[in-house]
């Protein structure tokens, strides 16, 4: 079931905070959208992906869906615990994640309006918010809001396929704050693969077994993959996987979806996200193996490569 051979890519400066970044932060999440993009046009790829910059930021009250009134103030007015997401606090780090955020929401929302294009939201630092704080370099809990809002707005449910090297504990943490979180992204659906290389590889086979199941019986209607490169055994802060493990798990992810894809008689709507990565010695190195990740996902699209 060949896609449109472009990526639905939703990026806008905007969602990128230089302020403080470079120097003063452990974590380049903040910068990351801008240096992949960087990467993608001094590649030659920039053509098979198609930018829609015009969507529009959250709002401070949209963030209410998974955090306290309290918190989302103190991130916006630099009060109380706005440092706890470990990342230096400014005006414009707070306008970037308000992008970041509304981009994952509108990228699955593109992808169930029109399930025969792949999308994709270069963004990361949310899967370890939590209802009243930031933690690990994450903010606001972008998923649990995302799949919160199209719950409300569309009916639909989610799947998170969180292979960052690190458990999504977001989603986990928000189920007693907002509830209805068990439909919006089942219990089984908040995917987090464990374990070393080829083992890493079969844990993920087996919990997609559900997560399939649920999609057949219509009780899910998206997956995003959130092929964090920090579960790369070379990261600073990571090592699941060597490189061809990795890599393994963007084919088990494609073969997957052009199944279901096939048993479903349509498209399966399907988002990828970015998430973690840290290397000191080497950035480029997590922006390649996102790219590759992703080049690998384009078999859903027609291509082998780029
Ligand atoms: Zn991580």
Not at 168 to 185: C, H, K, M, W, Y
Not at 233 to 238: A, E, K, N, Y
Not at 239 to 254: K, S
Request: hydrophobic residues 35%.
């Amino acid at each position: 079931m060949i896609r449109k051979p472009t990526i639905a890519t939703f990026y806008n400066k905007k969602q990128v905070c230089f302020d403080l970044i470079m120097d003063q932060s452990y974590s380049k999440s903040p910068i990351k959208p801008y240096l992949l993009m960087e990467r993608i046009q001094s590649r030659g790829l920039l053509q098979h992906f198609e930018i829609f910059s015009d969507f529009v930021p959250y709002e401070q009250d949209d963030f209410h869906a998974a955090h306290t009134e309290e918190y989302v103030s103190n991130v916006f007015n630099q009060t109380g615990n706005y440092n706890s997401n470990g990342i230096p606090w400014s005006v414009n780090l707070v306008e970037s994640v308000r992008y970041t955020n509304s981009a994952l929401y509108h990228a699955i929302k593109h992808s169930l309006a029109y399930p025969e294009q792949l999308c994709f939201a270069p963004v990361s630092g949310m899967h370890h918010a939590t209802p009243r704080a930031g933690q690990g370099f994450c903010t606001f809990s972008g998923q649990a809001i995302a799949s919160l809002k199209l719950f409300d707005e569309l009916a639909v449910c989610g799947a998170w396929l969180d292979l960052d090297g690190h458990f999504g504990n977001s989603i986990e943490d928000t189920r007693s704050f907002a509830p209805r979180l068990d439909q919006a992204v089942p219990l089984d659906c908040n995917v987090n693969p464990f374990g070393m290389n080829a083992d890493y590889v079969q844990n993920f086979r087996e919990k997609l077994k559900p997560v399939r199941n649920r999609i057949l019986n219509n009780q899910v209607h998206y997956v995003v993959f959130a092929h964090g490169a920090d579960s790369h055994v070379d990261d600073d802060l990571g090592g699941q996987c060597d490189t061809e493990h990795w890599l393994q798990c963007a084919d088990v992810f494609t073969h997957w979806v052009e199944e279901v894809s096939q048993e479903l008689g349509k498209p399966l709507p399907v988002t990828l996200a970015l998430f973690g990565g840290y290397r000191r010695d080497d950035y480029n190195i997590v922006l390649d193996l996102h790219l590759s990740s992703i080049e690998r996902c384009r078999r859903l699209c027609g291509y082998s490569s780029f």
